[in-house]
């Protein structure tokens, strides 16, 4: 059984920054893909970014430049470095992991840019 579990969201000023955290726990292994996706009010749910058993990296175009995703393969825990956000940054981030055929997906933390 996997289990995800995200901390680090809350509220930011416009130009801040959050450092969000997923630690997974069962059968996810260094060689599974893991990422974050968000999901604001009304719309569907869009990649933010995703790190691959071989560390490439991949971003949605609205966060390239602003956040990096990062992994501590030790503790099997992912990471997102959101700066400069914006207002449109905000919604639930979720963490998600790959383990073939499943998505997994961790239950969401919200983040809110407002002044």
């Known amino acids: 059984q996997v289990q995800l579990v995200e901390s680090g969201g809350g509220l930011v000023q416009p130009g801040g920054s959050l450092r969000l955290s997923c630690s997974a726990s069962g059968s996810i292994s260094s060689a599974n893909p893991m990422g974050w996706y968000r999901q604001a009010p009304g719309k569907q749910r869009d990649m933010v970014a995703i790190?691959?058993?071989?560390?490439?990296?991949s971003y949605g175009d609205s966060v390239k430049g602003r956040f990096t995703i990062s992994r501590d393969y030790v503790k099997n825990t992912v990471y997102l470095q959101m700066n400069s956000l914006k207002p449109e940054d905000t919604a639930v981030y979720y963490c998600n992991a790959f383990r073939w055929p499943t998505n997994y997906w961790g239950q969401g933390t919200q983040v809110t840019v407002s002044s």
């Open positions: 790190i691959r058993g071989d560390g490439s990296t």
